[in-house]
């Protein structure tokens, strides 16, 4: 069974700034792709930014320029750091990696969520 931990959410006023982290644990498995979610009030779930293990970047246009995600594969984590925030930004954020679990002589690759953060912009 793999964990997902995360920090660093919390309330900040427009055009401040913000680090999300999150952090994997657990036996005998590889971080895949991780990336951040979120779900704002009356919205649905949707992708913020995604890392690959070999750094391929995938992120939602409206963050362009003022997130920037990246990954410790030592740590299994993924942080994204969140500049310029905007009310918009406001949401519940979610941590999401692809875990790749060895067995045998072949792999399982499973889903995990974390619980979410909240990020307020407010002013």
């Known amino acids: 069974q793999v964990q997902l931990v995360e920090s660093g959410g919390g309330l900040v006023q427009p055009g401040g700034s913000l680090r999300l982290s999150c952090e994997a644990s657990?036996?005998?498995?590889?971080?895949?792709?991780m990336g951040w979610y979120r779900q704002g009030p009356g919205k649905e779930r949707e992708l913020v930014a995604e890392?690959?293990?070999?750094?391929?970047?995938k992120h939602v246009d409206d963050v362009e320029g003022r997130f920037t995600i990246s990954r410790d594969d030592s740590k299994n984590a993924v942080s994204l750091q969140m500049n310029s925030l905007k009310p918009a930004d406001t949401a519940v954020y979610y941590c999401?990696?692809?875990?790749?679990?060895?067995?045998?002589?072949?792999?399982?690759?499973?889903?995990?969520w974390g619980p979410g953060t909240q990020v307020t912009v407010s002013s």
């Open positions: 657990g036996r005998r498995f590889l971080a895949g792709a």
């Open positions: 999401h990696a692809m875990i790749i679990i060895p067995q045998g002589e072949d792999v399982r690759v499973e889903e995990y």
């Open positions: 890392i690959t293990r070999d750094g391929r970047i």
